[in-house]
């Protein structure tokens, strides 16, 4: 079982999860899984398709915002973007979840809705250290 790791009431990251942890999400109140980690990482990771049936099976709503490296602005905005439109809590992952935290913060701090000490502070309360990501 994967590492749900809260990091606001609306969101949390994990590293890589599994078709069982979708029903796990389900029944912990997540209602989307933003799928963070491009298909063919390693060849042991479940693909998109799988995760994607799994939650959809679960009763999830799922997006696949890819992300090779850091974040680009495309990923950054879908990101955000399916966060706000989702209709509860979100569970994001990616290898290790730092991709996914990562992205969510970035896409905080661009829109406002969070200064760069809260982002890190919430960083690291998950687990993540942010402050060389967010400019100071």
């Known amino acids: 079982m994967s ?3 809260r990091v606001t009431d609306t969101l949390s990251v994990s590293p890589q999860v ?3 942890d979708m029903a796990r999400a389900a029944a912990e109140g997540f209602v989307l ?7 063919g990482e390693d060849p042991t990771q479940p693909s998109s ?5 799994a939650a959809r099976a ?3 709503d799922y997006v696949h915002v890819p992300v090779r490296g850091g974040p680009g602005p495309d990923q950054v905005d879908a990101v ?3 966060i706000e439109v989702a209709k509860g ?3 994001a992952f990616c290898r290790s979840g730092t991709r996914s935290i990562v992205t969510w913060s970035i896409g905080q701090a661009i829109s406002g809705a969070a200064d760069r000490e809260t ?5 690291a309360a998950a687990g993540y250290d942010l402050s060389g990501v967010l400019p100071g």
Do not use: K, S
């Open 80 to 82: 955000r973007i399916a």
């Open 18 to 20: 599994t078709e069982a």
């Open 49 to 53: 398709a799988t995760i994607e049936a």
């Open 3 to 5: 590492d749900f790791r």
């Open 58 to 60: 679960a009763g999830l």
């Open 119 to 123: 982002l890190v502070n919430q960083g």
């Open 33 to 39: 899984v933003i799928n963070n980690r491009p298909d």
């Open 89 to 91: 809590p979100v569970l």
